[in-house]
Every structure is written in C-alpha cells, then in structure tokens.
C-alpha cells in the first residue's frame, strides 16, 4: 500500500449517510487518505437531503433507485455496478456501514477483489434471520470476511467474538451516530432557520404532547403496518396528543399510512425530514414510536423514552439502560404502553433519561485512524 491510502466509501440509504458522513469529513481533511465516495442511489431524495445538508459530493452516482424495487434486482444491480468503481479506483480499502443491500453487495465485490473491507456498525444481531429481514443477514455476511470490525459497543464485539472472529480486527469505536447528532446540533445553533420548518405544526400542536414517529421495516410490511395504523389511530383518540409522523417514501408504507391515518386532525403526515429538522422533531417530541435502526439510538442521547415497534433488537443497550421499550406491533400493546408513558410520570421519568451507551462522538476519527494503521 502507498503511504496516502485510497479508502473507497460506499453506501446507498439514509441512514447509512447520516452515519457515514463524519467518516467522510474525517478522511476528506486527513492527508493519510485519498478519499473517494461512491452511493449506489439505492435511496434517492432521502439519501440526497443528507448529502447536501453534510456536503458531501460523491465521486461515483450509481442512481440505482427504482420504485418498489426488489431485493434481487437490487442485489444484483449493485453488485455488478459497484464492481465496475471498485475496478476503476483501485482502492486500498472499502467502507461500508450497517446492513443495507448496498452493505452486503459493496463488501461482496470488494471481497471477490481481495480489497479489504471495513465494517462500520459491525457486530450488531438480533439473532433471528427474519427480524430485521433481510438486515441480519446482510450484516452476518459482511461479519465473515471483513478486515476491520469497528463495533460500536462492547455488547457488539461481544457478538463478533462468539463467532470466532479474530480478536485483533474488531475495535470498539462508538458509532457514528452520535457524531453526526452533535455535528448537526452545532450547524442549528449557530443557523437555526436549517431546522424552522415544523414551526407552523408545532403551533398547531400547542400545548398537547408530541409523539414523533416512524416506520418502515420490511418484515412489517402488511400486517405489521395495518396493526401499527390501528395503534395511532387508537391514541390519536385522546386530545392531549399529536402525532407527527414524517412517512419514509416506501410506497409500502405510505399507502398504509395514507389510506389509515390521513383523516386525523391530530396526525400530522408530513414528507421525510431533513437530518436538521428530524433532530428537531426529536427534541419537540415527548416520546418516540418507531422501527427505525437509527432512532433507537438517537433518541436516548437525547433522553427521550422510545417504543421500538419490533419483536427483537440488535440494540439492546438502550432497553438495558431503560429508555427503551419493546413493543412488537400488536397495537393493543402499542397502545398501553404509549398511555403509560404519557399518564405515569414516574414510568415517564424513570425512562426519561439521557443515556448514552452508543459514542462519545469521535468515532469517526477513531475509525479514520484505524484505516491509516491497519
Ligand atoms: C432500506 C434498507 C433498510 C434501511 C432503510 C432505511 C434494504 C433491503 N433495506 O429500506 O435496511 O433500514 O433503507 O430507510 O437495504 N424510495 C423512494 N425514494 C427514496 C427512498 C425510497 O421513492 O429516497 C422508495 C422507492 O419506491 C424504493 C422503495 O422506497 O423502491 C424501497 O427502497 P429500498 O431501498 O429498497 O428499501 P427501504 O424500505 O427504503
Ligand atoms: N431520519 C431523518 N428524517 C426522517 C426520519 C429519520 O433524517 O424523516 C433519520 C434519523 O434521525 C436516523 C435515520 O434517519 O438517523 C434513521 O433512518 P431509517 O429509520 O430510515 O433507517 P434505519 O436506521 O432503521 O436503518
């Protein structure tokens, strides 16, 4: 390897963005690396409101996005396409984070090139294939050849290390998140008006508690999603209370949504947030309902009870740290456990909490310094 190393960044959703782009700044200021960044588009606008917000320019656009898109066509679309940049660029290393389909394929083709590959995120499960489906998997996969395991707690290289992986190539680096929480906490206070734009909802939603919410996965696709419906509309009954729900642009999720929750005074079903205002939607939010990865973290950073609506979780620091909650999407459920919250102050405050289990936000330097002496 030359002194300067070429670290090809490879990711292709949202939330691979929001974590990825501290690395990406690290790198782009380090003169040990010659950074390059290649996004499958796997997402489009929500993946390219994070890019303009962190500036991030990609070298390589593969705009693989198509609506409704399968897992095998975008599988194998971004194995071949990612293939092609690797065999242009030549790089010294591949990074990836988490378990998008763009993880698992971006890691597959840098391994049938014998490039080494560094997992962000690494050593998350939940220990169930189909929960988060196909995530587990995807990231089970990454695990096995992997050179560098940058797990983000010592529960997570706990998991790496049941599985034979070899001690040396797995670091505890805290995860990204939380660099990117804090980087984007600083640019509104310094430019509040990045994140004014839920002034006019939360006028409206005066003097009632918000719960922020969101959803998406894929194994709760269907019934999952009609339940979770049935859960908001069921606490959307009570007049101290008002929903914003800004709906990920899955068509699978937004016709559920649309056609369940539109005609609710005290539902606000808005377009997906920018990384600013979601921060702020965080912050005006009484508690969280979600099945988002990402949420599960951010949220106790910020001190705010979360109702993980999901059977398992690959993040079990948050619920051991009580401001986590399983919930499933069995909406009757959903729906105690929401009530609790917002009626049982002691529950509310004993989940309250700011806790911090996921970084003290300088992975990303840590991480950049593992690329250079690795
Ligand atoms: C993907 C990841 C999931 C991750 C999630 C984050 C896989 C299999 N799934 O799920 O792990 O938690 O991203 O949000 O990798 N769409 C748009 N515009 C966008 C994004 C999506 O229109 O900017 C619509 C398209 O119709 C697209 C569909 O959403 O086909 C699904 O996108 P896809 O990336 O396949 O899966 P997600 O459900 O977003
Ligand atoms: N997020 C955002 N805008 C939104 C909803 C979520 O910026 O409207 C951010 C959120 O702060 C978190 C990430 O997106 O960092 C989570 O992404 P998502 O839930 O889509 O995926 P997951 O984390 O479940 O893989």
């Known amino acids: 390897m030359s002194s300067c190393r070429k670290i090809l960044t490879v990711f292709g959703t949202r939330p691979e963005a929001i974590k990825l782009f501290p690395l990406v700044h690290a790198l782009a200021e380090d003169s040990r690396f010659d950074s390059r960044v290649c996004i499958s588009a796997q997402h489009r606008e929500m993946l390219d409101q994070v890019l303009e917000i962190a500036g991030v320019v990609p070298d390589h656009d593969l705009d693989l996005m198509s609506p409704g898109q399968t897992l095998d066509a975008l599988t194998a679309r971004a194995l071949v396409e990612i293939g092609k940049v690797l065999d ?5 290393w591949v990074v990836v984070q988490g378990d998008t389909t763009t993880v698992m394929a971006g890691a597959i083709a840098a391994y049938y090139r014998k490039i080494p590959v560094c997992h962000v995120e690494a050593g998350l499960r939940s220990g169930h294939i189909y929960h988060p489906w196909p995530e587990e998997v995807n990231r089970r996969v990454v695990g096995t050849f992997a050179a560098l395991h940058c797990a983000p707690t010592e529960t997570a290289r706990d998991a790496l290390l049941k599985e034979n992986i070899d001690p040396a190539s797995v670091h505890v680096t805290g ?5 990117a929480l804090h980087w984007v906490t600083q640019r509104v206070a310094q430019e509040p008006a990045m994140a004014s734009g839920l002034s006019g909802l939360e006028r409206r939603f005066a003097g009632r508690k918000i719960i922020g919410m969101t959803s998406h996965r894929r194994e709760n696709f269907g ?11 069921a606490i959307a009954t009570r007049d101290d209370v008002a929903v914003i729900f800004p709906v990920h642009l899955n068509p699978n999720v937004r016709a559920v949504m649309n056609e369940q929750l539109a005609d609710l005074d005290n539902v606000a079903l808005i377009e997906p947030l920018d990384y600013p205002h979601f921060a702020r939607l965080l912050d005006i939010s009484h508690l969280m309902l979600t099945d988002s990865g990402g ?20 993040r079990p620091e948050g619920v051991t740290a009580g401001t986590a909650r399983l919930v499933g999407t069995d909406p009757e459920t959903i729906v105690r456990e929401t009530e609790r919250l917002l009626d049982d ?8 909490q700011a806790h911090n289990p996921f970084g003290d936000g300088r992975s990303a330097q840590r991480i950049a310094d593992l690329l250079a002496t690795t």
């Open 88 to 92: 242009s660029e030549e790089p010294d």
């Open 175 to 179: 995860n990204t998140v939380i660099d």
């Open 223 to 233: 019934d999952g999603m009609q339940n979770i419906a049935k859960a908001v509309r």
């Open 295 to 314: 949420v599960q973290e951010e949220a106790p950073a910020l001190g705010k009870p979360v109702l993980v609506m999901r059977e398992t979780t690959e």
């Open 345 to 352: 102050e002691a529950a509310y405050s004993a989940m309250a």
